[in-house]
């Protein structure tokens, strides 16, 4: 069988950062492997054309690992970072570096199976989406407390973001390559992948399927330590236009009004009826104190909300994009005819 | 084109043709690099009787003996380029070729011909060292044509093809590649129009490494193989959107664009690194477009 892929297929790209991964590596590429050759043999319209493994600085022997197995496969694209950046840059990095049609990120440690990608690519040809979640069906962790803790931290980052794809983000993604490379061009360091794959696309999709974090399992380690997650959620925040700036305006705003209604009011009364007004000069210290603090943190929010808006553009954040899903029909014609395998 | 004379251990005698964006970097590579000597001569690509005089002018030139280096990198309109274009184009090669192996009876003589990635494999992607060029336009044809005539050229010792990929660098040429025309239109506040959209895929190479490299291969005088083809790419594509946001992120300047409605070039091209050359070390797109502002705003172009 040939190694080449058919010209004119739709091309599928995998970007698989790598920090501790050594104990899974062969076995990642030997189910990529399979996929690959099983896509060739049943002469699939797209082909899984390079595997993209970025060593992030790994703690252990998962480098030289790789460089062994892209002397083995030629479409095993090796890359090595120069130090540990972390998790994102290091899929930023490989989606850089790849030229498929459709990215697939995904994580070293098999928690994420390569014959998944077949029906995360067969939902985004389907319904002409740009980036397609895998999440679980189930808790990844076998842990309550560890699953309880990843969704709650999802679901208060959803609400202070506003960002209603946040509790789908999962590093299990197919995006398409257009909005991926755009995406992770525009990243800084400090960027949120998902919040900038965002900017470029609505078109988002879910899938359930089941995934077991071994590792975690097994040895009761997570990828993720207390500090990471922290990180995470900083990122996410700094990437975004956080619901609480517009909160702080909103009552800065409501302050200034409701201390001018009282100011009304409290001069009728003291014109009116002025035995009413038991302490003098209590009512206008408090309005005055009402109102300008009020104003200073309505001022202060849309402030902020300018700072924010420059950010953005700083970011990367596009006036617009335009995007080519014509190339999906032939693959969803493909898949239609072939049932899914985990549906 | 220039006769450079390089000195050293084993004398050589470059023939270089062409001093476009990648000619003038051989050139550049082998005088800075190799201490060598250079020297003008004429050649018209139009006027084959002119062109039989002038090559006679440089054959009594050269040194007696010396191992002689023919180096083609020449090139008249491009991707662009018609049948017409190409077929003179390769007529001109085809003479050079001649030449050569004429040479060859009194001397060593390599030839080094610059081809193209682009031209051949245009609408590929992931490009293996497997992969077979299917050229969609007269210049991919001509290129390829061109490959296969040097490759009947069984008599010289060293032919080798260059197959570089997106070029860009500095030169006073018009051909500059869309890096350069895009950071010098913006310095110049003048709009590019880019006939490709921000999603098409390149892999861009400078123009200067191409040089070092070709320099290098030009001069070594380690037995190498006889007939030999070098891709020389980055091994990592990037899209038109994203040079323009490194562009944007160095420059500090608005970047005037106009993507053609039409676009005559959207096919992606990429190539995977174990295709590319174990010697070849290309510089990153980041540090291509720094060095290319850098030279621009000092006024050294």
């Known amino acids: 069988m040939s190694d080449a892929p058919q010209p004119q297929s739709m091309m599928i790209s995998v970007v698989v950062p790598v920090y501790c991964g050594s104990d899974y590596l062969e076995a990642l590429v030997a189910a990529l492997d399979e996929l690959r050759r099983e896509w060739q043999a049943q002469g699939a319209p797209f082909s899984l054309a390079e595997a993209i493994f970025v060593d992030d600085a790994a703690i252990d022997d998962s480098g030289s690992k790789i460089d062994r197995l892209a002397r083995e496969h030629s479409w095993i694209v090796p890359l090595h970072l120069a130090r540990n950046f972390g998790q994102h840059p290091a899929t930023i990095v490989g989606i850089l570096h790849s030229s498929g049609d459709w990215v697939v990120t995904m994580d070293e440690d098999l928690q994420h199976r390569p014959e998944v990608i077949t029906t995360l690519l067969r939902k985004a040809v389907s319904e002409h989406a740009d980036i397609v979640y895998a999440n679980p069906a189930s808790a990844v962790h076998d842990a309550a407390i560890r699953d309880w803790t990843s969704r709650s931290f999802k679901r208060m980052m959803q609400w202070l973001t506003d960002n209603p794809n946040l509790s789908s983000f999962n590093s299990f993604r197919l995006i398409r390559g257009p909005v991926a490379r755009a995406a992770a061009s525009v990243c800084s360091h400090d960027t949120y992948l998902d919040i900038t794959l965002g900017w470029f696309t609505q ?12 590792r975690y399992i097994k040895t009761k380690r997570s990828g993720y330590s207390l ?70 943190a309505f001022m202060l929010g849309i402030v902020l909300q300018y700072l924010s808006s420059m950010i953005l553009k700083v970011h990367g954040k596009p006036t617009f994009f335009t995007i080519d899903r014509s190339g999906d029909a032939s693959a969803a014609r493909w898949l239609a005819k072939h049932s899914d395998p985990n549906p | 084109m220039k006769l450079l004379r390089v000195g050293g251990q084993a004398e050589l005698i470059v023939l270089l ?159 500059v590649g869309l890096v350069t025309a895009l950071i010098s239109n913006a310095m110049q506040g003048k709009t590019t129009r880019i006939f490709g959209n921000p999603n098409t895929l390149r892999d861009y190479v400078l123009s200067d490494d191409i040089g070092h490299y070709m320099a290098r291969r030009i001069v070594d005088p380690d037995p190498a193989p006889r007939a030999a083809t070098f891709l020389l790419a980055s091994g990592r594509s990037a899209s038109v959107f994203e040079v323009i946001e490194r562009i944007r992120e160095r420059i500090e300047r608005p970047l005037l664009l106009q993507f053609d409605p039409h676009p005559s070039n959207v096919r992606d091209m990429s190539f995977l690194p174990s295709a590319l050359p174990p010697d070849w070390q290309p510089t990153s797109l980041a540090s291509g477009i720094s060095r290319i502002i850098t030279f621009l705003r000092s006024g050294l172009a």
Do not use: N
């Not at chain 2, 274009?85 to 050079?96: C, F, K, P, V």
């Not at chain 2, 060029?133 to 001509?142: M, N, V």
């Open chain 1, 203 to 214: 078109s988002i999709r879910t899938i359930r399927i089941e995934m077991k974090d071994e």
């Open chain 1, 227 to 296: 500090k990471s997650l922290l990180s995470h959620g900083w990122r996410m925040i700094f990437s975004s236009q956080i619901k609480l700036l517009r909160i702080g305006s909103v009552l800065g705003l409501a302050a200034m009004v409701l201390s001018v209604l009282a100011a009304v009011y409290f001069l009728t009364v003291k014109l009116f009826f002025p035995s009413d007004i038991a302490v003098q000069g209590w009512t206008s210290l408090f309005l005055a104190i009402t109102f300008f603090g009020g104003l200073s």
């Open chain 2, 17 to 175: 043709f062409g001093l476009g964006l990648i000619g003038g970097a051989v050139d550049r590579a082998l005088r800075l690099r190799f201490q060598a000597e250079a020297r003008d001569f004429p050649y018209d690509w139009q006027d084959a009787s002119l062109q039989q005089a002038q090559r006679a002018a440089i054959r009594a030139a050269l040194p007696a003996k010396t191992r002689v280096a023919m180096v083609w990198t020449g090139g008249q309109s491009g991707f662009g380029s018609s049948d017409a274009d190409m077929g003179q184009e390769t007529a001109t090669i085809a003479e050079l070729i001649a030449m050569a192996e004429d040479l060859r009876h009194e001397r060593p003589v390599d030839f080094h011909m610059m081809s193209s990635a682009g031209g051949l494999f245009e609408s590929q992607t992931h490009c293996s060292e497997h992969s077979l060029p299917l050229p969609l336009r007269p210049y991919g044809t001509g290129k390829l044509m061109q490959e296969a005539r040097l490759e009947q050229a069984a008599s010289l010792d060293r032919r080798h093809v260059y197959r570089p990929s997106s070029v860009y660098g500095v030169t006073r040429s018009k051909r």
